[in-house]
């Protein structure tokens, strides 16, 4: 279909949690030399313009990256995801939030390397256009689900694959297990993270349920709500599903996701979740 725009999302109390455990699973993956691939599936523009009529016309980012990119008690556990948000606006006005892929630019080192994906007619040049004199970076214009076969494993045996789906159709529910699993045959070490919405618990528990019959062990499950569960109309969470997760990530995420809540939801609605869906 391809509808889907992340501008109008960006900067959210969803992005919020996926580019904090993006941040801290690099972090991880950077304490040995050893370079890495960090694979984007659905990477999205690259850079979003917060004062765009899109960013405007929802204000999402107002209850999310603005509520805690300058806070004066921040975490240090945001310290790295911070850094990337600090580093595209320089002045010290809240003017782009860095996606995916610029999070990761922002964090990766020389040796590491960078395959991102994207299919949207009108986001993919502006992604190919902020990589341009990348050397680490490759930008393609393709089914995000196809590079999980296409690109794995990576030479060095190490990395990082973020799937982030629109789910703007009911099947990428399916699509991504799928993907996972396939992936997952190939690099059965990678560390896998994969983003989703809670807009209808249901489907949330059919993918864990799914997820689980893979066989696949090592599968965390990290959540932020803002809002409690409902059926009406719109995302009141979302979460992290991560295989493979670095050793202290589950701590780390237990450390800052109270500090969260706190800062996105100042009436206290909602709730937060770390949890082993699979363990060892």
């Known amino acids: 279909m391809l509808s889907y725009r992340h501008s109008f999302h960006a900067g959210n109390h969803a992005d919020v949690l996926k580019h904090t455990v993006q941040s801290l699973i690099i972090q991880s993956l950077q304490e040995k030399e050893k370079p890495f691939l960090y694979l984007d599936t659905h990477a999205g523009a690259g850079r979003y313009l917060l004062n765009s009529e899109h960013a405007e016309r929802t204000g999402e980012y107002t209850e999310g990256i603005a509520r805690i990119w300058q806070h004066p008690d921040a975490p240090e556990q945001l310290n790295a995801y911070l850094s990337a948000v600090a580093a595209l606006n320089p002045s010290g006005n809240l003017k782009y939030y860095p996606g995916s892929p610029l999070i990761a630019r922002h964090l990766l080192r020389e040796q590491d390397s960078l395959e991102l994906t994207e299919l949207h007619p009108t986001d993919y040049p502006l992604l190919r256009n902020e990589f341009l004199k990348d050397d680490r970076a490759r930008v393609a214009r393709s089914d995000g689900y196809q590079q999980l076969k296409a690109k794995l494993p990576p030479q060095s045996r190490r990395g990082l694959i973020l799937i982030d789906p629109p789910y703007e159709i009911k099947t990428d529910y399916q699509a991504v297990v799928d993907g996972i699993r ?99």
């Open 182 to 280: 396939e992936g997952h045959k190939r690099f059965a070490t990678g560390v896998f993270a994969l983003w989703y919405p809670v807009v209808l618990r249901q489907q949330i528990k059919r993918m864990l349920n799914d997820l689980q019959a893979t066989g696949i062990r090592r599968i965390l499950q990290i959540e932020l709500a803002v809002r409690p569960d409902s059926d009406q109309r719109g995302m009141t969470a979302s979460g992290m599903i991560v295989i493979n997760p670095p050793w202290k990530l589950a701590a780390e995420m237990e450390a800052v996701l109270p500090w969260l809540h706190q800062q996105l939801s100042p009436t206290g609605t909602g709730h937060t979740l770390v949890k082993w869906v699979v363990p060892e």
